[in-house]
Protein backbone atom coordinates (compact mmCIF):
# COMPACT_ATOMS: atom_id res chain seq x y z
CA UNK A 1 0.00 0.00 0.00
CA UNK A 2 1.06 3.55 -0.73
CA UNK A 3 2.52 5.67 1.77
CA UNK A 4 0.14 8.28 1.52
CA UNK A 5 -3.00 5.75 0.58
CA UNK A 6 -2.00 4.11 4.44
CA UNK A 7 -1.70 7.46 6.16
CA UNK A 8 -4.99 8.37 4.60
CA UNK A 9 -7.25 5.59 5.52
CA UNK A 10 -5.57 5.80 9.17
CA UNK A 11 -6.44 9.76 9.69
CA UNK A 12 -10.38 8.69 8.57
CA UNK A 13 -10.56 5.96 10.99
CA UNK A 14 -8.84 8.50 13.98
CA UNK A 15 -11.35 11.42 13.15
CA UNK A 16 -14.69 9.25 13.00
CA UNK A 17 -13.78 6.28 15.33
CA UNK A 18 -16.24 6.43 17.85
CA UNK A 19 -14.26 4.95 20.84
CA UNK A 20 -12.04 8.24 20.60
CA UNK A 21 -15.12 10.16 21.14
CA UNK A 22 -14.57 12.33 18.12
CA UNK A 23 -17.09 13.49 15.24
CA UNK A 24 -16.82 14.31 11.94
CA UNK A 25 -16.75 18.30 11.57
CA UNK A 26 -19.81 18.65 9.94
CA UNK A 27 -21.74 17.24 12.86
CA UNK A 28 -23.06 19.11 15.94
CA UNK A 29 -20.67 17.29 18.92
CA UNK A 30 -22.43 15.81 22.31
CA UNK A 31 -20.36 18.16 24.09
CA UNK A 32 -21.64 21.38 24.38
CA UNK A 33 -18.81 22.86 24.92
CA UNK A 34 -17.81 21.91 21.95
CA UNK A 35 -20.67 24.04 19.96
CA UNK A 36 -18.77 27.28 19.56
CA UNK A 37 -15.80 25.95 17.89
CA UNK A 38 -18.32 23.72 15.91
CA UNK A 39 -19.93 27.15 15.08
CA UNK A 40 -16.70 28.75 14.17
CA UNK A 41 -16.23 26.18 11.34
CA UNK A 42 -19.50 25.66 9.81
CA UNK A 43 -21.15 29.22 10.09
CA UNK A 44 -18.47 31.29 8.67
CA UNK A 45 -18.70 35.12 7.62
CA UNK A 46 -19.69 36.36 4.26
CA UNK A 47 -15.77 37.24 3.90
CA UNK A 48 -14.80 33.83 3.87
CA UNK A 49 -17.88 32.12 1.93
CA UNK A 50 -17.48 34.70 -0.62
CA UNK A 51 -13.42 33.83 -1.08
CA UNK A 52 -14.55 30.36 -0.56
CA UNK A 53 -17.59 30.46 -2.99
CA UNK A 54 -16.43 27.94 -5.66
CA UNK A 55 -15.37 25.10 -3.25
CA UNK A 56 -17.98 25.56 -0.95
CA UNK A 57 -21.04 25.94 -3.93
CA UNK A 58 -22.38 28.65 -1.08
CA UNK A 59 -25.65 30.29 -2.32
CA UNK A 60 -24.69 33.01 -4.92
CA UNK A 61 -27.73 34.73 -4.92
CA UNK A 62 -26.86 35.33 -0.98
CA UNK A 63 -23.72 36.08 -1.31
CA UNK A 64 -24.39 39.02 -4.30
CA UNK A 65 -27.38 40.65 -1.74
CA UNK A 66 -24.52 40.53 1.05
CA UNK A 67 -21.98 42.52 -1.33
CA UNK A 68 -23.78 46.28 -0.26
CA UNK A 69 -25.60 45.88 2.83
CA UNK A 70 -28.25 49.05 3.02
CA UNK A 71 -29.25 49.45 6.63
CA UNK A 72 -31.99 51.78 7.83
CA UNK A 73 -33.16 52.68 10.89
CA UNK A 74 -36.13 52.50 13.43
CA UNK A 75 -36.86 54.69 16.70
CA UNK A 76 -39.65 55.26 18.22
CA UNK A 77 -38.77 58.77 19.75
CA UNK A 78 -38.00 60.10 16.24
CA UNK A 79 -34.35 59.95 15.90
CA UNK A 80 -34.33 57.26 13.12
CA UNK A 81 -35.45 56.97 9.33
CA UNK A 82 -38.92 55.66 10.63
CA UNK A 83 -41.19 55.76 13.66
CA UNK A 84 -42.97 52.35 12.91
CA UNK A 85 -41.11 49.00 11.69
CA UNK A 86 -44.35 48.76 9.08
CA UNK A 87 -43.05 51.86 7.57
CA UNK A 88 -39.32 50.83 7.36
CA UNK A 89 -40.34 47.61 5.81
CA UNK A 90 -42.57 49.56 3.17
CA UNK A 91 -39.66 51.39 2.29
CA UNK A 92 -37.83 48.55 1.12
CA UNK A 93 -38.81 48.08 -3.24
CA UNK A 94 -40.12 45.11 -4.22
CA UNK A 95 -37.83 42.79 -6.28
CA UNK A 96 -35.25 43.84 -3.22
CA UNK A 97 -32.08 42.14 -4.69
CA UNK A 98 -29.64 43.59 -1.89
CA UNK A 99 -29.64 43.17 1.89
CA UNK A 100 -31.07 45.79 3.76
CA UNK A 101 -30.83 45.38 7.37
CA UNK A 102 -33.60 47.40 9.78
CA UNK A 103 -31.86 48.11 12.57
CA UNK A 104 -34.57 48.49 15.42
CA UNK A 105 -34.21 50.48 18.77
CA UNK A 106 -35.43 49.55 22.02
CA UNK A 107 -38.80 50.04 23.34
CA UNK A 108 -42.64 48.13 22.29
CA UNK A 109 -43.75 48.60 18.70
CA UNK A 110 -47.36 47.73 18.70
CA UNK A 111 -48.15 46.85 15.27
CA UNK A 112 -48.93 44.44 12.63
CA UNK A 113 -46.30 43.51 10.49
CA UNK A 114 -46.09 41.69 6.95
CA UNK A 115 -42.82 41.45 4.89
CA UNK A 116 -44.19 40.17 1.82
CA UNK A 117 -42.51 37.70 -0.64
CA UNK A 118 -41.69 40.47 -2.93
CA UNK A 119 -38.88 41.51 -0.04
CA UNK A 120 -36.18 39.28 0.26
CA UNK A 121 -32.58 39.66 2.44
CA UNK A 122 -34.54 41.76 5.11
CA UNK A 123 -32.86 41.75 8.34
CA UNK A 124 -34.93 42.74 11.46
CA UNK A 125 -31.79 43.83 13.79
CA UNK A 126 -32.12 44.84 17.75
CA UNK A 127 -29.84 45.91 20.42
CA UNK A 128 -29.06 43.23 22.36
CA UNK A 129 -28.69 44.97 25.84
CA UNK A 130 -32.53 46.71 24.86
CA UNK A 131 -34.27 44.40 22.74
CA UNK A 132 -37.22 45.49 21.02
CA UNK A 133 -40.31 43.97 20.90
CA UNK A 134 -43.21 43.94 18.05
CA UNK A 135 -46.46 43.49 19.97
CA UNK A 136 -49.86 42.81 18.84
CA UNK A 137 -52.70 40.79 19.91
CA UNK A 138 -54.20 39.21 16.97
CA UNK A 139 -56.69 36.20 17.09
CA UNK A 140 -57.76 33.34 14.96
CA UNK A 141 -61.60 34.51 15.60
CA UNK A 142 -60.45 37.97 14.14
CA UNK A 143 -57.55 36.56 11.45
CA UNK A 144 -57.79 33.31 11.36
CA UNK A 145 -54.69 31.38 13.17
CA UNK A 146 -52.67 32.04 10.04
CA UNK A 147 -53.06 35.48 9.70
CA UNK A 148 -53.11 36.55 12.99
CA UNK A 149 -49.22 36.47 13.34
CA UNK A 150 -47.50 39.87 15.45
CA UNK A 151 -45.14 39.76 12.66
CA UNK A 152 -45.20 37.76 9.56
CA UNK A 153 -42.25 36.99 6.88
CA UNK A 154 -43.23 35.53 3.63
CA UNK A 155 -40.14 36.36 1.79
CA UNK A 156 -37.10 34.17 1.32
CA UNK A 157 -33.25 34.69 2.88
CA UNK A 158 -34.66 36.53 6.53
CA UNK A 159 -32.69 37.32 9.19
CA UNK A 160 -33.91 38.43 12.68
CA UNK A 161 -31.35 39.09 15.25
CA UNK A 162 -32.10 40.39 18.96
CA UNK A 163 -35.93 40.85 18.56
CA UNK A 164 -38.80 40.10 20.49
CA UNK A 165 -41.81 38.57 18.37
CA UNK A 166 -44.77 38.70 20.68
CA UNK A 167 -48.69 38.03 20.66
CA UNK A 168 -50.27 39.75 23.83
CA UNK A 169 -53.60 38.51 23.33
CA UNK A 170 -54.91 36.40 26.73
CA UNK A 171 -53.69 33.06 27.56
CA UNK A 172 -57.18 30.67 26.59
CA UNK A 173 -59.24 29.70 28.55
CA UNK A 174 -60.80 26.66 27.11
CA UNK A 175 -64.33 28.58 26.78
CA UNK A 176 -63.20 31.12 24.04
CA UNK A 177 -63.32 30.29 20.35
CA UNK A 178 -60.30 31.11 18.37
CA UNK A 179 -58.34 32.11 20.79
CA UNK A 180 -55.21 30.63 19.58
CA UNK A 181 -52.54 33.68 18.54
CA UNK A 182 -49.39 33.54 16.78
CA UNK A 183 -46.87 35.73 17.77
CA UNK A 184 -44.67 35.28 14.15
CA UNK A 185 -45.22 32.88 11.24
CA UNK A 186 -42.18 32.32 8.82
CA UNK A 187 -43.39 31.02 5.17
CA UNK A 188 -40.00 32.23 3.30
CA UNK A 189 -37.21 30.05 2.65
CA UNK A 190 -33.79 30.09 4.14
CA UNK A 191 -34.86 32.73 6.95
CA UNK A 192 -32.49 32.46 10.49
CA UNK A 193 -33.66 33.92 13.88
CA UNK A 194 -30.58 34.78 16.10
CA UNK A 195 -31.23 35.15 19.98
CA UNK A 196 -34.72 35.94 19.56
CA UNK A 197 -37.74 35.79 21.99
CA UNK A 198 -41.34 34.31 20.48
CA UNK A 199 -43.94 34.74 22.98
CA UNK A 200 -47.19 33.50 23.41
CA UNK A 201 -49.69 31.18 24.47
CA UNK A 202 -51.31 28.60 22.24
CA UNK A 203 -49.85 28.64 18.65
CA UNK A 204 -46.58 31.02 19.37
CA UNK A 205 -44.63 30.60 16.68
CA UNK A 206 -45.70 29.20 13.11
CA UNK A 207 -42.87 27.58 11.69
CA UNK A 208 -45.04 27.03 8.68
CA UNK A 209 -42.83 26.09 5.61
CA UNK A 210 -38.92 26.75 4.18
CA UNK A 211 -35.79 26.00 5.95
CA UNK A 212 -35.17 27.84 9.03
CA UNK A 213 -32.38 28.15 11.54
CA UNK A 214 -32.84 29.07 15.70
CA UNK A 215 -29.74 30.03 17.49
CA UNK A 216 -29.90 30.78 20.96
CA UNK A 217 -33.59 31.77 21.03
CA UNK A 218 -36.27 31.52 23.44
CA UNK A 219 -39.92 30.30 22.60
CA UNK A 220 -42.53 30.61 24.98
CA UNK A 221 -46.30 28.76 24.87
CA UNK A 222 -48.71 26.76 25.99
CA UNK A 223 -50.02 24.35 23.31
CA UNK A 224 -48.84 23.70 19.93
CA UNK A 225 -46.24 26.70 20.48
CA UNK A 226 -44.07 25.61 17.21
CA UNK A 227 -46.37 24.44 14.98
CA UNK A 228 -45.90 24.30 11.04
CA UNK A 229 -44.68 21.97 8.07
CA UNK A 230 -41.44 23.90 8.17
CA UNK A 231 -37.96 21.83 7.75
CA UNK A 232 -36.05 23.69 10.91
CA UNK A 233 -32.90 23.32 13.12
CA UNK A 234 -33.34 24.60 16.89
CA UNK A 235 -30.03 24.99 17.82
CA UNK A 236 -29.13 25.81 21.95
CA UNK A 237 -32.78 27.18 22.28
CA UNK A 238 -35.25 27.86 25.71
CA UNK A 239 -38.12 25.78 24.99
CA UNK A 240 -40.32 27.45 27.89
CA UNK A 241 -44.15 25.56 28.67
CA UNK A 242 -46.41 28.07 30.52
CA UNK A 243 -48.85 25.75 30.60
CA UNK A 244 -51.37 25.76 33.37
CA UNK A 245 -52.61 21.58 32.10
CA UNK A 246 -51.78 19.83 29.74
CA UNK A 247 -48.99 21.38 27.24
CA UNK A 248 -47.69 20.33 23.95
CA UNK A 249 -44.79 21.65 22.19
CA UNK A 250 -44.47 20.56 18.77
CA UNK A 251 -47.51 20.19 16.47
CA UNK A 252 -45.64 18.81 13.20
CA UNK A 253 -47.92 19.59 10.04
CA UNK A 254 -46.25 16.72 7.78
CA UNK A 255 -48.99 14.89 6.05
CA UNK A 256 -47.65 13.33 2.69
CA UNK A 257 -44.27 10.89 2.07
CA UNK A 258 -42.90 13.28 -0.41
CA UNK A 259 -42.90 16.29 2.16
CA UNK A 260 -39.19 17.23 3.01
CA UNK A 261 -39.73 18.72 6.49
CA UNK A 262 -39.24 18.21 9.80
CA UNK A 263 -38.49 19.93 13.48
CA UNK A 264 -34.58 18.65 14.72
CA UNK A 265 -34.03 20.26 18.11
CA UNK A 266 -29.97 19.87 19.38
CA UNK A 267 -28.84 20.74 22.50
CA UNK A 268 -32.37 22.46 23.86
CA UNK A 269 -33.16 23.12 27.65
CA UNK A 270 -37.27 22.59 27.67
CA UNK A 271 -38.30 24.16 30.77
CA UNK A 272 -41.67 25.57 32.52
CA UNK A 273 -44.65 24.06 34.01
CA UNK A 274 -48.13 21.81 32.97
CA UNK A 275 -48.12 17.95 32.36
CA UNK A 276 -46.48 18.78 28.68
CA UNK A 277 -45.84 16.74 25.60
CA UNK A 278 -43.13 17.07 23.04
CA UNK A 279 -45.20 16.73 20.25
CA UNK A 280 -48.69 15.87 19.21
CA UNK A 281 -49.87 14.03 16.06
CA UNK A 282 -51.74 16.63 14.64
CA UNK A 283 -51.14 15.93 11.33
CA UNK A 284 -50.83 12.18 9.82
CA UNK A 285 -46.76 12.12 9.70
CA UNK A 286 -44.86 14.57 11.20
CA UNK A 287 -41.34 14.27 11.86
CA UNK A 288 -39.84 15.79 15.31
CA UNK A 289 -36.28 14.77 17.06
CA UNK A 290 -35.35 15.81 19.98
CA UNK A 291 -31.31 15.74 20.37
CA UNK A 292 -28.88 15.87 23.36
CA UNK A 293 -31.87 18.46 25.42
CA UNK A 294 -32.58 19.14 28.13
CA UNK A 295 -35.89 18.08 29.37
CA UNK A 296 -37.25 19.16 32.84
CA UNK A 297 -39.50 17.58 35.13
CA UNK A 298 -42.39 18.85 33.25
CA UNK A 299 -42.75 16.43 30.31
CA UNK A 300 -45.32 14.08 30.05
CA UNK A 301 -43.49 9.95 30.96
CA UNK A 302 -45.32 9.14 27.60
CA UNK A 303 -43.66 12.00 25.34
CA UNK A 304 -45.72 12.08 22.56
CA UNK A 305 -49.18 11.99 21.90
CA UNK A 306 -50.65 10.67 19.03
CA UNK A 307 -54.40 12.74 19.33
CA UNK A 308 -56.19 10.54 19.74
CA UNK A 309 -55.27 8.85 16.17
CA UNK A 310 -54.14 5.40 17.22
CA UNK A 311 -54.02 5.06 12.99
CA UNK A 312 -50.90 7.30 13.42
CA UNK A 313 -48.90 5.35 15.39
CA UNK A 314 -47.26 3.74 12.52
CA UNK A 315 -46.83 6.79 10.75
CA UNK A 316 -45.27 9.55 13.08
CA UNK A 317 -41.53 10.09 13.17
CA UNK A 318 -40.56 11.26 16.82
CA UNK A 319 -37.20 10.54 17.80
CA UNK A 320 -34.86 11.09 20.85
CA UNK A 321 -31.44 10.91 21.27
CA UNK A 322 -29.13 11.34 23.88
CA UNK A 323 -31.45 13.65 25.90
CA UNK A 324 -30.50 14.09 29.56
CA UNK A 325 -32.82 15.38 32.38
CA UNK A 326 -35.89 13.81 34.71
CA UNK A 327 -37.81 14.59 31.59
CA UNK A 328 -35.95 12.06 29.07
CA UNK A 329 -36.29 8.66 30.65
CA UNK A 330 -37.63 6.07 28.07
CA UNK A 331 -39.40 4.29 31.06
CA UNK A 332 -43.08 5.05 29.95
CA UNK A 333 -42.48 6.67 26.55
CA UNK A 334 -45.19 5.40 23.87
CA UNK A 335 -44.35 2.48 21.91
CA UNK A 336 -44.34 4.60 18.65
CA UNK A 337 -41.48 7.07 19.81
CA UNK A 338 -37.80 6.12 18.74
CA UNK A 339 -35.05 6.29 20.63
CA UNK A 340 -32.40 6.63 17.85
CA UNK A 341 -28.98 4.94 16.91
CA UNK A 342 -25.93 7.07 16.70
CA UNK A 343 -26.83 6.21 12.69
CA UNK A 344 -30.66 7.06 12.50
CA UNK A 345 -29.81 10.63 14.72
CA UNK A 346 -27.06 12.02 12.22
CA UNK A 347 -29.22 13.21 9.36
CA UNK A 348 -30.65 15.88 12.47
CA UNK A 349 -27.17 16.49 13.43
CA UNK A 350 -25.44 19.00 11.30
CA UNK A 351 -26.38 22.20 9.06
CA UNK A 352 -27.01 19.79 6.34
CA UNK A 353 -29.98 18.74 7.74
CA UNK A 354 -31.64 22.46 6.15
CA UNK A 355 -28.98 22.81 3.84
CA UNK A 356 -27.42 25.12 5.71
CA UNK A 357 -24.09 24.83 4.41
CA UNK A 358 -24.62 26.67 1.48
CA UNK A 359 -26.70 29.61 3.01
CA UNK A 360 -26.29 29.74 6.98
CA UNK A 361 -24.05 32.76 7.70
CA UNK A 362 -23.22 33.93 11.14
CA UNK A 363 -25.29 37.23 12.36
CA UNK A 364 -23.90 40.60 10.95
CA UNK A 365 -21.58 42.63 12.72
CA UNK A 366 -23.03 46.51 13.19
Known sequence: MAPL??????????????????????????????????????????????????????????????????????????????????????????????????????????????????????????????????????????????????????????????????????????????????????????????????????????????????????VQGTVDFIFGNGKSLYLNNTIHSVANGMGVITAHARENVEDDSGFAFVHCNITGTGDTFLGRAWRERPRVVFAYAYMGSLINKQGWSDYMHTERDKTVYYGEYKCMGPGSSSSGRVKYARMLSDEEAKPFLSLTFIKGTKWVLPPPKL
Open 5 to 218: LAFLLVLNIFINSPQLGLSRPNLIPPNFSQLDSWIAHNMRDYANRKATQATLRFDAQLLSAEEIVRIITVRKDGTGQFRTVTDAVNSIPSGNTRRVVVFIGGGVYTEKVLVDASKPFVTFYGDQNNVPSITFDGTALKYGTWNSSTVAVESDYFVAVNIAFVNSAPMPDGVRLGAQAVAMRISGDKAAFHNCRFIGFQDTLLDDRGRHFFKDCH
